[in-house]
């Protein structure tokens, strides 16, 4: 099992920028694919970005391409969030995940970001 901790977020105004990160820890960090995730009050958690054990590839949803990059350092045990151009409707709960060979997902706490206009 991996433990997950994100940190970074906070209050930014529309247009500023945010990274988010998201330490490992438990077991070997390049087993896994990381992604994160965000939920806004009333909706349903929602994709942002992936990126695979390497590296290499990485995924986005519509709502962040171009504005959001993922990365992670594997000696770090850590995955980033850089996030650019924010607009109010980037407000939301952001979700750390890491999902193994099988399958599983493991779920971070959450940290609160909020943009206002």
């Known amino acids: 099992q991996v433990q997950l901790v994100e940190s970074g977020g906070g209050l930014v105004q529309a247009g500023g920028s945010l990274r988010l990160s998201c330490a490992a820890s438990?077991?070997?960090?390049?087993?896994?694919?990381m992604g994160w995730f965000r939920q806004a009050p009333g909706k349903e958690r929602e994709f942002v970005a992936a990126?695979?054990?390497?590296?290499?590839?990485?995924y986005y949803a519509d709502s962040g391409k171009g504005r959001f990059t993922i990365s992670r350092d594997n000696a770090k045990n850590t995955v980033y969030l850089q996030m650019n151009s924010l607009k109010p409707e980037d407000t939301a709960v952001y979700y750390c995940?890491?999902?193994?060979?099988?399958?599983?997902?493991?779920w971070g706490q959450g940290t609160q970001v909020t943009v206002s206009s």
């Open positions: 995940s890491a999902r193994s060979y099988s399958g599983t997902y493991y």
């Open positions: 990126i695979n054990w390497s590296g290499r590839n990485t």
């Open positions: 438990g077991r070997t960090f390049s087993n896994y694919a």
